[in-house]
């Protein structure tokens, strides 16, 4: 849905033959949910196609392994990571990234440097590292620049974030101070908590993205580079719905040379990087890459794009939580979230205009793990609600309540109630390291480079983005499933689905 001019907007939809629909109302509220009306019936459709294929298909043998699916070019040479952004979560990846570097620390909760993967038959014995699996980047080959309003360097940043200790910084100091943030592309008007000096001047948008795009070729040339991926770490910007200067890379462009309001300096920079064929992640709930225009360029220069908002607290919790509730048929009645957090995220949402792009992020993953649609009795009347409250005493140092109201057999009622005393950065760093190196195979990938959106990265994210009228997977299991099956997918290893009957032949 997005919004053409005063009171015209524009419910925006693919059928289920991939065919792209819009069609005019006068308020937000009932082209939306035209919107969603006829995108369930676009994925109803497909899903009662795949069940027909699948019966028509299910005496047929499996097929053996195939080759690769495409090729992986090697990971040689440097990875330039690019972060807007250099707070709290950009500070705690890198300095952990040279702790983990140096012997001194160890990098868990990374997928990609713990983890491992199982090929083959449950009794074959083969479970590799994913870092073994699929040629991904090394530690030592990463070097980093950033861009931040405020002039502090990375040791300096990391030190008022509060989140790493001073004994560890200081071994780290040398490294973090040497990275300064470049000048941002800064609109007080989309943050309106913070302010700082370190900004661009230009006469239009346009005017920034080029100077984005000047920044980006000179990290690369200066620092040896020879792929690079930018990592969105800035702060959370207004709530905005997509307009008509979203909707290609033509009206974008006229909108930048005009200034348009409705542009926010995260889509800057993703316009900036894709126009340099630089992949983009979005570690905030801002729309950025989540937009026509994006997708467009993605797929036209093969710069790979994902997002959006880290999954990291609460949201990690409700996605493994919901997904329980479902399996066992219990029937849920509410959902109150509520947080303390006082870092500088933390005011930052302390504005309307940031929190309610959060909430709306936080928000849709209960409905599209419980699918009311398909259980009404048990999930068509959830009061489901998020809060956030700014306490500066508690810095990164979050946290988050849950009281979840259930019902069982007969309609029984049950509460249970979750208390997650988490540190936001300490669960965040990792998954941007992993974003990073799954992002950069991405752009390595001749099957997923051009692809635009790589909604196997689903599992980092808590409003993963998906095609257009595909509504996303947030199960946290399924999730991984499709991350594995995707390495799997590109390695030419038999996909695992679980049916488990060859074992009994
Ligand atoms: N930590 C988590 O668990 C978590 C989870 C999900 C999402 N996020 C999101 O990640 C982002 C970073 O979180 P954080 O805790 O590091 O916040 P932070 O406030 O410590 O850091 C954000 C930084 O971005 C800078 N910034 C703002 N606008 C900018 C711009 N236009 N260009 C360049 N720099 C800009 C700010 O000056 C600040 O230094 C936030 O949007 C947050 O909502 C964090």
Redesign the pocket.
């Known amino acids: 849905m997005y919004q053409k001019g005063p009171g015209v907007f524009m419910a925006d939809w693919w059928d289920a033959d991939g065919r792209r629909h819009r069609k005019q109302f006068a308020t937000s509220a009932a082209a939306r949910e035209h919107e969603h009306r006829q995108t369930a019936l676009a994925h109803a459709e497909r899903a009662s196609r795949e069940m027909r294929l699948a019966a028509r298909t299910s005496s047929t043998k499996r097929s053996a392994p195939k080759g690769d699916a495409g090729t992986i070019e090697p990971a040689k040479g440097k990875l330039g990571v690019m972060i ?9 990846f890198v300095a952990g990234v040279e702790a983990v570097r140096k012997g001194i620390a160890k990098p868990i909760g990374s997928l990609t440097q713990m983890g491992t993967i199982r090929l083959g038959k449950r009794t074959d014995g083969r479970s590799p590292k994913v870092k073994e699996f699929v040629p991904l980047a090394g530690l030592d080959d990463l070097v980093f620049t ?5 002039e502090d360097n990375m040791y300096e ?1 990391a030190s008022n ?1 509060g989140v790493l200790d001073y004994r560890l910084l200081e071994q780290l100091k040398p490294f973090l101070s040497s990275i300064t ?1 470049r000048a ?4 007080h008007n ?2 309106k908590k ?1 302010d ?1 000096p370190n900004v661009k001047k230009g006469k239009t948008k346009m005017d920034l993205a080029e100077q984005l795009r000047d920044d980006i070729r000179e990290f690369k040339k200066t620092s040896g580079a020879s792929r690079l991926i930018t990592m ?6 207004s709530y905005i719905e997509p307009t008509e200067a979203h909707q290609s890379v033509k009206s974008f462009e006229k909108a930048l040379k005009e200034n348009d309001e409705m542009i926010a ?2 889509m800057i ?1 993703a316009y900036a990087s894709l126009m340099e064929g630089v992949p983009f992640a979005n ?4 729309l950025t890459v989540d937009l026509p225009v994006m997708l467009e360029l993605s797929r036209k220069n093969e710069a790979p794009i994902c997002g959006k ?5 609460q949201t990690l919790m409700k996605t493994v939580l919901a997904p329980a509730f479902k399996a066992r048929l219990l029937g849920l009645s509410g959902w109150y979230s509520t947080n303390i957090l006082g ?3 933390g ?3 302390d504005d309307p205009g940031s929190f309610k792009t ?1 909430e709306e992020s936080k928000l849709g993953v209960l409905e599209h793990i419980l699918q009311p649609g398909l259980y009404p009795e048990l999930y068509g009347n959830i009061f489901h609600k998020v809060r956030i409250n700014y306490y500066p005493p508690r810095g ?1 140092n ?1 946290e988050g309540w849950d009281n979840i109201d259930i019902f069982g057999w007969l309609g029984y009622p049950m509460q249970i109630k979750v208390d997650f005393l ?1 540190r ?2 300490i ?2 760093a990792p998954i941007v390291l992993d974003l990073v190196l799954f992002m950069d195979l991405a752009q390595r990938s001749t099957e997923l480079k051009g692809l635009g959106i790589q909604e196997w990265l689903s599992f980092f994210f ?1 409003s993963p983005m998906t095609v257009p009228g595909l509504y996303p997977e947030h199960d946290l299991f399924i999730q991984l499933m499709k991350l594995k099956n995707t390495l799997r997918h590109l390695k030419g290893e038999e996909l695992i689905t679980h049916l488990g009957l060859e074992y009994y032949d």
């Not at 941002?184 to 609109?187: K, T």
């Not at 908002?309 to 607290?313: E, I, P, S, V």
Request: glycine share 12%.
């Open positions: 807007p952004g250099m707070g709290a979560v950009a500070t705690t950033g861009w931040d309003i405020f940043a974030a943030p941002a592309v800064f609109d989309y943050v913070i700082g969105w770490c800035g702060s959370t910007e300096p995260s920079y570690g905030a709930p801002n908002d880290f999954k990291t607290g870092n500088r995220d005011e930052v949402l959060k990164d979050k988490c936001d950065s669960l965040a808590k």
